[in-house]
């Protein structure tokens, strides 16, 4: 995988999706926040049945932390993990008020410091509220990252570093839901959908499915090879 190949990749991707952005509903980057911390082991669409109800009646962190253990619990008890995350959120409530003037801060060290947010909840927030030019790393992305060899790494650090290093300038701010969407609905885990995908001529996947029918040039349709 070189300098030109990873661009084409990128570039590919941003054609198929032209609005890249995050399947969590939020108006606000304290709702983005709560939206996050509840997705850990939790699908996009199992946290915005949730937190379409919280919001409706709290989502300031005042409101939520009114709400109290039992009360926010209730809001949260069809989420994985409820139980820890009601806890995480009342601190981060707690904390945002004390420390930040009830604000979402724009910093990872700051973000790092709230409950129940860690490297890639942080990188998410910087990225997608405050459009930041960094990556968060999560199942899709490190599938994705070490199927294509667009930037391999034995672990989440290293992926991101890598994808640091690689991404090329303009795609920076958008790599992380290129990827994710990618991984999401094309790559699979199991099963990836390679006869469909955009990138599969530049992949370097071993394992991935060819069209009965590709002839010497792969492309995919509609999609030059040229530079």
Do not use: W
């Not at 609005?19 to 969590?24: A, F, G, Q, V």
């Not at 009646?57 to 619990?73: D, K, M």
């Not at 008020?97 to 973000?111: C, K, N, Y």
């Amino acid at each position: 995988m070189n300098k030109t190949l990873r661009y084409r990749i990128f570039e590919r991707l941003a054609q198929a999706i032209p609005s890249p952005t995050t399947e969590l509903v939020y108006s606000t980057p304290f709702e983005l926040l709560v939206a996050v911390v509840l997705s850990a082991q939790a699908t996009d669409k199992g946290v915005n049945k949730a937190t379409a109800r919280l919001f409706a009646v709290a989502h300031t962190p005042e409101a939520i932390l009114a709400l109290g253990e039992e009360g926010l619990r209730d809001y949260l008890k069809t989420i994985n993990l409820y139980n820890s995350k009601t806890r995480h959120l009342l601190g981060l409530c707690q904390r945002l008020i004390e420390q930040h003037g009830s604000q979402v801060p724009d910093t990872r060290a700051e973000l790092e410091a709230l409950p129940g947010v860690g490297r890639k909840t942080a990188n998410v927030i910087l990225n997608t509220a405050f459009g930041q030019p960094v990556i968060a790393v999560d199942t899709h992305i490190f599938r994705v990252a070490n199927r294509t060899r667009l930037a391999p790494g034995k672990t989440v650090r290293a992926v991101e570093k890598n994808l640091e290093k690689h991404t090329p300038e303009n795609y920076l701010k958008d790599a992380h839901h290129l990827l994710i969407l990618h991984g999401r609905y094309t790559c699979k885990a199991r099963k990836p959908v390679c006869p469909e995908c955009v990138i599969r001529d530049l992949c370097e996947y071993q394992d991935k499915v060819v069209l009965p029918d590709a002839g010497s040039s792969d492309a995919a349709p509609g999609v030059s090879l040229e530079p």
